[in-house]
């Protein structure tokens, strides 16, 4: 896949893991020399005042605009009609350079009748240097609050209060350089969470499915971790967001979030794919994480 830079490894996994015949790929940077980016537009910037004008590309796309050496793909979107034109709108949270460019998507239904008010994941870059995954939530005073723990919602029970300063506990805001948004954190403080749950968003989390993942180690190794599924090489299912988390535990991350999956997963090395992807070529998507 051609020269790496000497803070990048990239490695292919064992033919097996967690008990389960995989595909994966584990990219390693030396975060003292590395550079974390979350690429892409997103649909609405405060500081713009409106709605940008937003294109989903390729993760190959994201790579001749950035020349980045390791791609991932990264958070949830979505698209909606304004007059002839489509808008993408980031479900996940989006911090460049210390702007909140978009927030974690602040409420579920099913029916659109009742509603919960989840707080979701996210892996930030803070402004003290250090990496941590947290829950967000986005209020109507348009404060952006990060908290310990997520608000222990769940589809089975009554939705709980709408986040706020004083719940759940322990709120501050955040404080973040870079910062993506996903769909789950796996790991916090160096315990696994996997709080799918609490954060509901459907993302067949006890299923075997394709996954795309980011961590951090104690002594700030980025892991990036991609692995196919759906037997697009036969017999190869994927994984669950929990033995995702096992392996990433095992790899000695300390903090880590499950990212947008399916047939949005995908690492390029220098420009070139690692997994088949799930929809038998690669997906548009909204953002991604880089490395250079």
């Known amino acids: 896949m051609g020269k790496l830079p000497d803070y990048l490894q990239v490695y292919k996994s064992p033919s097996q893991l967690e008990g389960v015949r995989v595909i994966a790929y584990i990219a390693v940077a030396d975060m003292g020399s590395a550079q974390f980016n979350v690429l892409g537009n997103v649909a609405y910037s405060q500081e713009a005042g409106g709605y940008a004008d937003t294109v989903l590309k390729t993760p190959s796309e994201f790579y001749a605009d950035s020349q980045c050496p390791l791609i991932i793909n990264a958070g949830l979107f979505y698209g909606a009609k304004k007059g002839d034109k489509t808008f993408y709108y ?12 978009a927030p974690n998507q602040n409420y579920y239904s099913k029916d659109w009748v009742t509603l919960w008010y989840p707080t979701l994941g996210a892996f930030c870059l803070m402004k003290d240097g250090t990496y941590r995954t947290t829950w967000t939530y ?13 608000a222990p919602n769940n589809i089975n029970t009554a939705p709980l209060q709408v986040p706020s300063s004083a719940f759940p506990l322990g709120a501050q805001e955040l404080d973040a350089v870079t910062a993506i948004g ?41 892991v990036l971790f991609v692995c196919e599924g759906r037997n697009m090489t036969e017999g190869v299912p994927g994984l669950s967001t929990a033995k995702v988390a096992a392996v990433l535990k095992a790899l000695g991350c300390i903090e880590a979030l499950n990212l947008d999956g399916g047939g949005s997963s995908c690492m390029l090395v220098n420009g070139k794919e690692t997994i088949k992807g799930s929809d038998g070529k690669q997906r548009k998507v909204l953002t991604a994480v880089g490395l250079r």
Do not use: W
């Not at 980031?90 to 460019?101: A, E, I, M, P, T």
């Open 90 to 101: 980031s479900q996940n949270l989006v911090v460049r350079d210390g702007k909140l460019l």
């Open 138 to 150: 986005f209020t109507s005073d348009k404060k952006n609050y990060c908290y310990p723990a997520p």
């Open 182 to 222: 996903g769909v789950g954190v796996l790991l916090h403080g160096g315990q696994i969470k996997n709080t799918y749950v609490e954060e509901m968003l459907d993302v067949s989390a006890t299923t075997n499915q394709p996954r795309t993942a980011i961590g951090i180690t104690a002594d700030k190794k980025m």
